[in-house]
């Protein structure tokens, strides 16, 4: 397990040494995380769901696992408006203080993390929280951050499959597909195999792109805003020990469990400021909160780790 930490700060630090040589420009770095998203992670999620064999216990613990997540999103965030009228925030920053506080980056930090720590069998399960993630920003999470003025279904609809409907949820459902019906069999080896070699990209480049987003982000600045701080450290402290009162009261099997604890130990989800920006109001704030969750997440992700151990 030491071994899977150094690896994960190693990579870290090699991205955070690469923005402070000015090989990854802020661009550059914005650049890699598309492609992380849309090409490697994609590609990941193909050939790993694929090629496992779906049981009946795996399908229910995938189908659980997303439930779960979706309403641990949903119920944290409505805990933390509360926690927003107790701090005498105003009232036009609680719907943002929901999503960002909610949200939680199962898919570029998520699945990463996972295979270093878990391996494929991991993987089955944290994509269940990209799939509830996805499902979560674009429905409840427009509803809630436009003030609830995007009610019309059509409206709602149109907004649904613009963000629902991306690559990381059509390779989970594509992967699932070729698992059950085996359909893998007749793809051809040499497909499978440049599949495999573009996911295998997405572990290095998603953790080298955070060190580089740690050094372009101007700490000394962000240590000036200590409502998202404060904030940041709550849900990031809170939210996890919600997960493992739950669990001891959920009959999942242990590695279940553990990629669980991991994914509410994730930050929130870098596209949430941009949702703000769209539908609502507080971008800065979420913006910030994103970043103080991803920098506190070092802390969090390998303690999740070393509890689930203990725990399960």
Known sequence: MYGQFFMLFGLILVGYYCNKKGYLTPQTNKNMGSMVMRVTIPAMLITTI?????????LKGFFLSAAGQAAMMIGFGFLMRFYGKW???ESALLPMLDLTTGSLNTGFIGLPVTMI?????????MSAG??????????YGVYIISGKKETNPIVMGKTFLKGAVNPNCIAILLGLALAMTRAIEFVPEMVIGLLTKVGDLSTPLSLIYIGALAGSSGITQLFKEKLAL?????????????????MFFVPASSLAKSVFLLSICMP??????????????????????VLWTTFIS???????????????
């Open 268 to 289: 929130s989800a870098v596209v949430v400021p941009m949702m703000v920006g769209q539908y609502g109001y507080g971008e800065k704030l979420s913006s910030n909160i």
């Open 87 to 89: 701090r005498k925030m």
């Open 230 to 246: 404060e904030i940041s450290l709550v849900k990031m402290i809170l939210m996890p020990a919600l997960a493992i009162l739950i």
């Open 298 to 312: 070092m802390l969090t992700i390998p303690l999740s780790v070393g509890l689930s151990h203990m725990l399960y």
């Open 50 to 58: 694929s090629s496992i064999v779906i049981t009946d216990q795996i």
């Open 117 to 125: 720590f878990f391996g494929q069998a991991g993987i089955m399960y």
């Open 130 to 139: 990209v799939l509830a993630l996805n499902l979560y920003l674009w429905s």
